[in-house]
């Protein structure tokens, strides 16, 4: 069965550098997203994708961070200049219809 | 914006028996209401969902009602066994905003 798949499985940086989640969706899906999880509380969902533009935003997703579908598989998501309250589970998901298929997450460790 | 309260957010059962989580959503607009399991360090995986046009959704051992007018919906697991040990999410979603928003989760243990 397709899955989606997330690298890296855990980043570490320090503090005001960029980071690159990447992400390649389920082939056949559409509709692309990215949620957060901070150790121990509930997905926080970020951003959604849809057509090479994002359809929807949350409040978390400020000016320092940015998806990206560079090519036919890959979904990108960036954050320029990480925070120590970046620190998360960032779950990547796309969907044909409704349900939502998740990724491993990567774990963002910023130090 | 929509929100989602769930409850409780700990629950411990004795093997054997029914657990049931309850959530609550605020917008009439949502339509889809997904129920996912998240064990320790992996990724929240769907278990059973229900869409707005539906009352009640059974799949084996785990049961999802709807009640529209209320705005509540539940999650029920008869029969518990310990691999249902994990943590609960209840979610809803519109097709207007496109997102999932989460409850803060229910964690379920099971007690031998």
């Known amino acids: 069965e397709p899955e989606v798949t997330q690298t890296p499985s855990h980043q570490v940086t320090q503090m005001g550098q960029e980071v690159i989640l990447r992400c390649v969706p389920i082939s056949n899906h559409l509709y692309f997203y990215w949620y957060r999880q901070i150790l121990g509380q509930k997905v926080e969902f970020l951003v959604s994708f849809y057509n090479n533009e994002i359809s929807e935003k949350s409040e978390i997703f400020d000016d320092q961070f940015s998806v990206e579908r560079p090519d036919g598989s890959n979904f990108t998501l960036k954050i320029r200049s990480t925070k120590l309250e970046d620190s998360a589970m960032y779950f990547c998901a796309s969907r044909p219809l409704n349900e939502q298929y998740f990724g491993p997450g990567t774990r963002l460790t910023v130090t | 914006g929509e929100n989602v309260e769930q409850h409780p957010s700990t629950l411990s059962v004795q093997e054997g028996d029914s657990a049931v989580i309850k959530c609550t959503y605020s917008d009439s607009a949502s339509n889809y209401f997904p129920w996912y399991k998240q064990e320790l360090g992996k990724r929240p995986q769907l278990i059973i969902d229900i869409r707005s046009n539906v009352g009640e959704k059974k799949d084996q051992r785990i049961a999802v009602t709807l009640n529209k007018t209320a705005k509540h919906f539940s999650l029920h697991i008869t029969e518990t066994q310990p691999e249902d040990s994990a943590v609960y999410f209840c979610?809803?979603?519109?097709?207007?905003?496109?997102?999932?928003?989460f409850g803060k989760g229910t964690r379920l243990h099971i007690l031998p």
């Open positions: 979610a809803s979603y519109m097709n207007r905003d496109d997102k999932i928003i």
